[in-house]
Structures are given as C-alpha cells and as structure tokens.
C-alpha cells in the first residue's frame, strides 16, 4: 500500500515570491508521481508527472517537481508565483509494474496556496 | 481537456433516497474511476471500471454501486443516500498513459 502526505495543509507567499510545496510518499514498491492542481470549483488538472528518468520533471504554467527517492519526496517549486497561481495542490502517487492506463491513485490530502498581492 | 462531463453538476437529495451520478466520457479510454472529495481527507476512490461490465472497490466503496454498460458511461448509485455521503464526486478516465484525467466533478448535498 502507499501513503501520500502533504506537510502544509496552506501555504501563503506574496505575488512574485518563489514557492515549495512539500510531498512525501511511503510504498514498498517503485512508485510514479502526479501534481494535480484544483482551482476554485473546478476539477482536477494535470501540472505534471514523473514516470522515469529524469528526477527533475517540468509542467505547465511554469512549475517543476524533483524526485528524490532516497528522500522519497517529490517537492513541488515555482520560482515566482501569481495571484492566479491560487488553488488547491494534491500529490498523488501510483505503483508501477501494473497494466498499462489503469492506475491506482493515492492521493495527499491537498496543500491550499494562497498567493497575495 | 479530456472530453468528461458529468451529471447532474449539483444535486440536493433527502436521506433515504436512490441517487445516480452520471459520467460521460468522449475519449473511448478502457478505464474510469469514481472518487469523493472531503475537507482535510483530499480524493478518496469508490470504484472503478477496467472494462465494460468490469468493476471492482475502492477504498471506501460501502453504501455504492457502480455500472458500466456503455465504454463511455460509468454511473455510481447511491441506493439509500445518508448524511454522511454529502460530498463532491469526481470521476476520472485513463487510457494509453497512467495518469487520470478528471471531469468536472457533482456537488451533492444530503438532508
């Protein structure tokens, strides 16, 4: 079984600022990572993924995300954030070794960033 | 955007009544998924489908049913809604890659 946990369950930076968001995971077997991000009454939307290769993984809307598997984190960074950035983060992890498209998410219970003028 | 609607969009129901969430997709993608949504819990998985007809239980699958008679219809049934199942409801689909793609989500509300 896997376990997602995010360490912040709000964090509030100013417009322009650089943010972490944190993510550790525990499982018994090699595992991918997700960032989801919600935005206010909306679903769920892809910010990126890491499936091999690499440790540090680009997304959308100018975020990053490095694998540290002796760490096992997944740190969420944005080096200058926006009012838009606003929303909920969710780290979701996934075992490997299984059939291709189907996956078992587990999901953090979500970091709120709050981005202030 | 992955091609997801689901229905109806919000929904308030009394205790003790049948309840279906309906989830469409346009994408012909073989697996979907229903999750719920909770304050300081984040998403938790109902069921899920691998196939048509092929389900199987999530994590907190009491008090749910699911069907899928269509490859692009997956429905979750509430039998007898209680309190408890007020929630927001997700459903996801997955095809060629692993990760989900999510719809738009159903706002219920049980009285």
């Known amino acids: 079984a896997q376990s997602v946990t995010q360490l912040d369950s709000q964090v509030p930076v100013f417009e322009e600022a650089p943010v972490e968001l944190r993510c550790n995971y525990s499982s018994s077997v090699s595992v991918y990572l997700f960032w989801y991000v919600q935005y206010p009454n909306q679903g769920l939307q892809l910010l990126l993924k890491y499936l091999s290769g690499s440790t540090l993984v680009k997304g959308i809307n100018g975020f990053e995300a490095e694998f540290n598997k002796s760490q096992t984190s997944f740190h969420l960074r944005k080096p200058s954030v926006h009012i838009s950035d606003t929303a909920e983060y969710f780290c979701a992890v996934s075992p490997q070794g299984i059939n291709s498209g189907y996956s078992t998410l587990t999901f953090g219970k979500g970091t709120m960033l709050l981005v202030s003028p | 955007d992955a091609g997801i609607t689901q229905s109806p969009r919000h929904k308030v129901t009394e205790t003790g009544t049948p309840v279906t969430l309906r989830c469409h997709q346009t994408?012909?993608?073989?697996?979907m998924y229903w999750y719920r949504q909770d304050p300081g819990h984040g998403l938790r998985l109902i069921h899920y489908?691998?196939?048509?007809?092929?389900?199987d239980k999530g994590e907190v699958s009491d008090g749910y049913s699911v069907s899928r008679s269509k490859t692009e219809d997956f429905l979750l049934t509430l039998e007898s809604a209680t309190s408890s199942q007020t929630s927001v409801y997700f459903c996801?689909?997955?095809?060629?890659?692993?990760?989900?793609?999510f719809g738009p989500g159903t706002r219920l509300t049980v009285t």
């Open positions: 996801a689909i997955s095809g060629r890659g692993i990760e989900q793609y």
């Open positions: 994408e012909n993608h073989r697996y």
């Open positions: 489908s691998y196939g048509v007809k092929d389900t």
